[in-house]
């Protein structure tokens, strides 16, 4: 069956930098479009990245492009997500997401199919 194991998060001070891994088995890794999700507390979930199956497509939100790498390991099933210059309202609740298929699909509404348990960030001096 479908496992996404989040790991990563924290405590880490405005300015800072955090890098949050997603463990994946149970599916053909390479094949699909993965995504990292947040929560902030009271809001609801948003998009932060996605990439491509293969690794050479990525996309952002806008609130942290210029902050955020998205990258994939294949050979690892593997997916991270490091953001640089962390601000308060980086915090949250970060989920590793699986796509239905390639990115571009994966990040419609409901292009997402499995869900890891997330792992919580929280950006405070």
């Known amino acids: 069956q479908v496992q996404l194991v989040e790991s990563g998060g924290g405590l880490v001070q405005p300015g800072g930098s955090l890098k949050l891994s997603c463990a994946a088995s149970g599916f053909m890794f390479s094949a699909f479009g993965m995504l990292w999700y947040r929560q902030p507390v009271g809001k609801e979930r948003e998009l932060v990245a996605g990439v491509s199956g293969p690794g050479g497509g990525t996309t952002y939100a806008d609130s942290v492009k210029g902050r955020a790498t998205i990258s994939r390991d294949n050979d690892k099933n593997t997916v991270s997500l490091q953001i640089d210059s962390l601000k308060p309202e980086d915090t949250a609740l970060y989920y590793c997401?699986?796509?239905?298929?390639?990115?571009?699909?994966?990040?419609?509404?409901?292009?997402?199919?499995?869900w890891g348990n997330g792992t919580l960030v929280i950006v405070s001096a």
């Open positions: 997401a699986k796509g239905r298929g390639p990115l571009y699909a994966s990040i419609r509404p409901g292009g997402v199919d499995y």
